[in-house]
């Protein structure tokens, strides 16, 4: 069982830059690729980053493209979230999530993570 715990979150202006850090505990860090998601009330949760198991390989949604960095630490068991050049619409709960080992299909999609952190908001404003 992975248990995964957001932090970083907070109350920015547009323009401004911030990074989330997600701790892992419970399973082995490196054997799961790592996703980063975001949600407002009363929309689907939305993907903003993955990252593979060997950190080799990201993946991005098209809003964050060019403004928003994956990266991840196995040695500290951490994945990070760097947040440049924010913008009002980047204002929602960001998740981190965690893979199965073995998780195979789509890594853009909340189906293919098997663990959630609680969430942390992000707020910028104008």
């Known amino acids: 069982q992975v248990q995964l715990v957001e932090s970083g979150g907070g109350l920015v202006q547009a323009g401004d830059s911030l990074r989330l850090s997600c701790a892992a505990s419970g399973g082995t860090f490196s054997r799961h690729a790592m996703g980063w998601f975001r949600q407002v009330p009363g929309k689907e949760r939305e993907f903003v980053a993955a990252l593979s198991r060997s950190g080799g390989t990201t993946y991005y949604g098209d809003p964050v493209k060019g403004r928003f960095t994956i990266s991840r630490d196995n040695a500290k068991n951490t994945v990070y979230l760097q947040m440049n050049s924010q913008k009002p619409e980047d204002t929602a709960v960001y998740y981190c999530?965690?893979?199965?080992?073995?998780?195979?299909?789509?890594?853009?999609?909340?189906?293919?993570?098997?663990?959630w952190g609680q969430g942390t908001q992000v707020t910028v404003s104008s």
């Open positions: 999530a965690a893979s199965s080992i073995g998780s195979r299909g789509d890594i853009t999609t909340t189906r293919f993570y098997r663990y």
